[in-house]
């Protein structure tokens, strides 16, 4: 059984630092493709940044608004993937996921997310 768990959220002053981990069960992260979403009040979700699998290359990528303050990584060991935000501003709160899939999976598998806020 597969399972995804988000964990790092919080409250944060804007300018402040947060570091998200996803950490995955019954699946194997380097060769799977992990990607962080948010999703907003009223918006849609959309994807914040992703990494490909190892075998992949291991490639990021990351929407305009985030990129030089969100850096994701992983650590294979720990079948963990982490999202390192800094310089958070008001508009990157929200709900964040994070999304696994490989050819070697039958679906894509979501986190159940955890909350970022980022307020005075």
């Known amino acids: 059984q597969v399972q995804l768990v988000e964990s790092g959220g919080g409250l944060v002053p804007p300018g402040g630092s947060l570091r998200l981990s996803c950490t995955g069960s019954?699946?194997?992260?380097?060769?799977?493709?992990i990607g962080w979403y948010r999703q907003a009040p009223g918006k849609q979700r959309e994807l914040v940044a992703r990494?490909?699998?190892?075998?992949?290359?291991?490639?990021?990528n990351y929407v305009d608004s985030v990129k030089g303050r969100f850096t994701i990584s992983r650590e294979n060991a720990k079948n963990t993937v982490y999202l390192q935000m800094n310089s958070l501003k008001p508009g990157d709160t929200a709900v964040y996921y994070c999304?696994?899939?490989?050819?070697?999976?039958?679906?894509?598998?979501w986190g159940q997310g955890t909350q970022v806020t980022v307020s005075s």
């Open positions: 999304k696994a899939d490989s050819r070697y999976l039958a679906k894509d598998y």
């Open positions: 019954g699946i194997i992260f380097s060769v799977s493709n």
């Open positions: 990494i490909t699998s190892v075998t992949s290359g291991g490639i990021t």
